[in-house]
């Protein structure tokens, strides 16, 4: 939110637990496009191209039918699969972890080092691989795989104390818009995750778009509700 707050976004709305486990809108009354994220924290290593797909690596043989039963259940599957489903709606998605992905790109570089690339450039025998066994989730005369639409991304979270990482992405958010107020950005994510926590945990199913909304909605209308210029200073 504070991200897309920054960039000038006119709106936005982020369901929390309804598509995967975060999507961001461009709208809260009529998207026309949908980010999906699914958000994975692991305490060591990094994420490895077994982990992400339940593939063979390129160098080993694996037939095609077992291919596409590994990949549909796979992180990189459902998310692709999710994507896919959005017709209505410019999609695509990220894998988004405090981890990196341990994935040769076309250019000799790895993603576990680039804080964010789409799959598109992954190395050659990586992308055949991967392309084939995604194929297998289209519906029979869909358009082929692309691969721009699926992104591995890598944040610098603790994943024992995200809340710490938060309160300095608003700290400086706040020296940027209201520096007077910028000793309270811990008071600002508290209210913040006040909200925003309980949307995770809901479970009823949600009949239409407005159901969703009021259910696991967070739009840019009410982070503005937080209003933070109008808080009183606290001497630091």
Avoid at 125 to 151: D, F, Q, T
Wanted: with cysteine; net charge negative; aromatic share 6%.
């Amino acid at each position: 939110m504070f991200e897309l707050e920054e960039s000038g976004a006119d709106d936005f709305l982020i369901l929390f637990e309804a598509v995967q486990d975060v999507a961001e809108l461009d709208s809260a009354t009529d998207p026309s496009s949908i980010r999906i994220y699914q958000v994975k924290k692991k305490d060591r290593g990094e994420w490895e191209w077994s982990n992400l797909t339940r593939l063979a690596a390129p160098a080993k043989k694996m037939r095609t039918a077992k291919t596409a039963d590994e990949i549909k259940d796979s992180p990189i599957g459902k998310l692709y699969s999710a994507v896919l489903a959005l017709k209505s709606l410019k999609s695509s998605g990220v894998f988004l972890s405090n981890a990196g992905c341990n994935l040769p790109l076309a250019n000799g570089d790895n993603a576990a080092t680039s804080v964010s690339c789409d799959l598109s450039q992954l190395e050659a025998g990586h992308l055949s691989l991967l392309k084939a066994g995604l194929e297998s989730l289209h519906e029979a005369g869909a358009s082929l795989v692309n691969l721009e639409l699926i992104r591995v991304e890598k944040v610098p979270i603790h994943p024992d104390s995200p809340v710490t990482h938060l309160v300095g992405v608003a700290v400086a958010f706040l020296n940027k818009h209201s520096q007077r107020h910028a000793g309270q950005a811990k008071s600002l994510v508290d209210a913040l995750l006040a909200e925003v926590g309980p949307l995770g945990a809901k479970t009823d199913s949600c009949s239409n778009f407005d159901e969703l909304r009021r259910q696991r909605g967070y739009s840019r209308g009410q982070f503005a509700e937080q209003d933070f210029m109008r808080w009183p200073v606290v001497p630091s």
